[in-house]
């Protein structure tokens, strides 16, 4: 009950705010509710404060004792959701595959897949030496077991 009271409440939301999208929700035993969205702009502290004032203001503490976080996911947190990729398009990320772990600048995300670009130095064709050479690969999203923006400082 509760947590189908909540799962509209957050619907709502964000058909109010379609720059805002939902990463994860929980609602624990001791109804513990944790959520957790991302933007396609980012995340203002008024964005989480949006959220928790909606679902605060239409649940009835006398009903039921909850206790409520909402959280933007954070910068060095693992992109879980399709539409988090396309926001870090130009940006380095590490993705890991079951076969291997990529890290290369993200140029495209799209519904299915991502594609990375990334320099490797490889044995020359003929002779001595190696050279520079620009790699590409597409990956699809079932295929992703990890993918982490790459924060340089």
């Given at each position: 009950?509760?947590?189908?009271?909540?799962?509209?409440?957050?619907?709502?939301?964000?058909?109010?705010?379609?720059?805002?999208?939902?990463?994860?929700?929980?609602?624990?035993?001791n109804n513990?509710?944790?959520?957790?969205?991302?933007?396609?702009?980012?995340?203002?502290?008024?964005?989480?404060?949006?959220?928790?004032?909606?679902?605060?203001?239409?649940?009835?503490?006398?009903?039921?004792?909850?206790?409520?976080?909402?959280?933007?996911?954070?910068?060095?947190?693992?992109?879980?959701?399709?539409?988090?990729?396309?926001?870090?398009?130009?940006?380095?990320?590490?993705?890991?595959t079951d076969?291997?772990?990529?890290?290369?600048?993200?140029?495209?995300?799209?519904?299915?897949?991502?594609?990375?670009?990334?320099?490797?130095?490889?044995?020359?064709?003929?002779?001595?030496?190696?050279?520079?050479?620009?790699?590409?690969?597409?990956?699809?999203?079932?295929?992703?077991?990890?993918?982490?923006?790459?924060?340089?400082?």
């Open positions: 009950m509760l947590k189908e009271k909540i799962d509209l409440l957050l619907t709502d939301c964000f058909d109010q705010r379609s720059d805002l999208f939902l990463i994860d929700f929980s609602l624990s035993e513990e509710i944790k959520v957790v969205i991302d933007g396609d702009n980012g995340v203002k502290v008024e964005d989480c404060m949006f959220i928790s004032r909606a679902i605060e203001g239409n649940l009835d503490r006398d009903e039921v004792d909850f206790s409520l976080e909402v959280a933007s996911c954070g910068a060095t947190s693992p992109l879980l959701v399709a539409r988090q990729f396309s926001k870090h398009c130009g940006r380095t990320l590490s993705v890991k076969e291997e772990t990529y890290e290369g600048k993200l140029t495209l995300a799209n519904d299915e897949s991502i594609n990375l670009v990334w320099k490797e130095r490889q044995p020359k064709p003929v002779g001595k030496g190696k050279i520079t050479v620009e790699r590409s690969i597409d990956i699809d999203f079932k295929k992703i077991k990890e993918a982490k923006v790459k924060v340089k400082f």
